[in-house]
């Protein structure tokens, strides 16, 4: 079983920055695929990046492609998103997931899921 927990969220000005790290307990991090994916209100939740558990391949959905990076750091069992030029409608609720799939797009293949992390955009 894992434990994950999302933080660095908050409210920010549009075309700044925030880096969301996601924490991991309980299990072997290194051994997982992981995934950001975000939910608007009103809206599905969204793919946003995932890093395969080696961190040598990365993915993004088009809507955040060079702006966003997902990073790893195995040894302290965490997962970060690193958001640059952020804007309105980066606002949602971001969560980490967990899983082994190799399938990063769909939230069904991740085994296990934070809490999520408010991040809000303002003019």
């Known amino acids: 079983q894992v434990q994950l927990v999302e933080s660095g969220g908050g409210l920010v000005q549009a075309g700044d920055s925030l880096r969301l790290s996601c924490a991991a307990s309980?299990?072997?991090?290194?051994?997982?695929?992981m995934g950001w994916f975000r939910q608007a209100p009103g809206k599905q939740r969204e793919f946003v990046a995932a890093?395969?558990?080696?961190?040598?391949?990365?993915y993004y959905a088009d809507s955040v492609k060079g702006r966003f990076t997902i990073s790893r750091d195995n040894a302290k069992n965490t997962v970060y998103l690193q958001m640059n030029s952020l804007k309105l409608e980066d606002t949602a609720v971001y969560y980490c997931?967990?899983?082994?799939?190799?399938?990063?797009?769909?939230?069904?293949?991740?085994?296990?899921w934070g809490q999520g992390t408010q991040v809000t955009v303002s003019s």
């Open positions: 997931g967990a899983g082994y799939s190799t399938d990063y797009e769909k939230e069904r293949r991740y085994a296990y």
């Open positions: 309980g299990g072997t991090f290194s051994a997982y695929n």
């Open positions: 890093i395969r558990w080696s961190g040598s391949d990365t």
